[in-house]
């Protein structure tokens, strides 16, 4: 059985099945999402029904991403955040045009359900964005913290390496987990159209929502498997381009 870690979305349910055709996904895999399903193309209705058909052949893991927070309150009150209307939820909401009322709050009940993190028996942490806590994502106080922190990626990034994990100036943060898988922030802002691997971090949004592509990693050998760039899958729309 593999693990597959799979990054953001964004809408663009026609690259979500190439991943599960390029990576020959069977029943036997166990799949990781780290979030933002929704906001950008014009499917993300669609994926998320895609995503509810696809957990009853597989084992999913459905982590929320700060896109899936906005779309779970308006399918539940009607609010509509105007960053988020901005940012991909106008093509969201007309996503879900033909789905009926019944369908809707089978996709509510969908994102409701979704845990914040997720922590394998290897100790191998999975999020949508990051954490602050020293002592781990248990000792969180604002878990907004887990769907909107960039500080945990730019930490990473920025690490010298040379730093033993046993000094005492190596990051608490990072001393709790083997490894940590996240979404959020786009690899393609630093120039890489794959995922991008940092101390013990592996960043698996590259770039879906804007003019990059949805990923999937094995979490065991590394095996990397990309659709194509969303900007081809959707040449008549514009994704987060526009904004």
Not at 15 to 29: C, F, S
Not at 82 to 89: E, M, N, P, T
Request: contains cysteine; charged residues 25%.
């Amino acid at each position: 059985m593999r693990t597959l870690a799979i990054g953001d979305i964004h809408g663009g349910l026609q690259a979500l099945i190439q991943i599960v055709e390029r990576a020959k996904i069977t029943p036997d895999d166990q799949l990781i999402f780290v979030g933002d399903y929704v906001d950008g193309w014009s499917e993300s209705a669609q994926v998320i029904q895609y995503l509810i058909e696809l957990s009853k052949t597989n084992e999913c893991i459905f982590i929320k991403g700060n896109h899936d927070v906005w779309c779970e309150q308006w399918l539940a009150f009607g609010d509509i955040n105007d960053v988020w209307y901005q940012h991909g939820g106008k093509e969201t909401i007309e996503s879900y045009n033909s789905f009926s009322k019944d369908d809707k709050q089978k996709h509510l009940d969908f994102f409701e359900a979704m845990p914040l993190y997720h922590l394998d028996e290897k100790h191998r942490l999975f999020l949508h964005a990051g954490f602050t806590s020293m002592h781990g994502v248990e000792k969180e106080v604002n878990k907004q913290i887990f769907y909107y922190d960039r500080t945990l990626w730019e930490m990473a990034l920025t690490m010298d390496k040379r730093i033993d994990k046993d000094s005492v100036i190596y990051p608490n943060r990072l001393k709790h987990y083997k490894e940590i898988y996240i979404g959020h922030t786009p690899t393609i802002n630093f120039g890489k159209m794959e995922p991008m691997n940092a101390i013990n971090v592996w960043n698996v949004d590259t770039g879906a929502a804007f003019t990059g592509k949805v990923s999937a990693i094995d979490i065991e050998t590394k095996e990397v498997f990309q659709s194509d760039a969303l900007p081809m899958l959707y040449p008549n729309e514009m994704g987060r381009n526009k904004r």
